[in-house]
């Protein structure tokens, strides 16, 4: 199966407004940490360094499926 790597933000904050950004879709691991590494001192990520993550994720596959409730 072909995998990509999805780079994301995350940040949680305690009044409940947290953010999560998708910063990009690469083709292996070393793109999406070497993007990481290109915007970390960018205003906001530098001051949360440790919100990047990426993650492997399956191209061509169902990753959601169930339904969803609104609260």
Avoid at 5 to 13: A, G, V
Wanted: charged share 30%; hydrophobic share 35%.
């Amino acid at each position: 199966m072909n995998t990509v790597w999805l780079l994301w933000f995350e940040q949680e904050q305690e009044d409940g407004e947290d953010t999560e950004l998708l910063i990009g879709v690469y083709c292996t691991e070393s793109d999406a940490l070497a993007a990481k590494e290109r915007l970390k001192d960018q205003p906001g990520f530098r001051e949360y360094p440790q919100g990047f993550n990426a993650h492997q994720y399956d191209v061509g596959k169902d990753h959601w499926t169930e339904g969803f409730v609104r609260a």
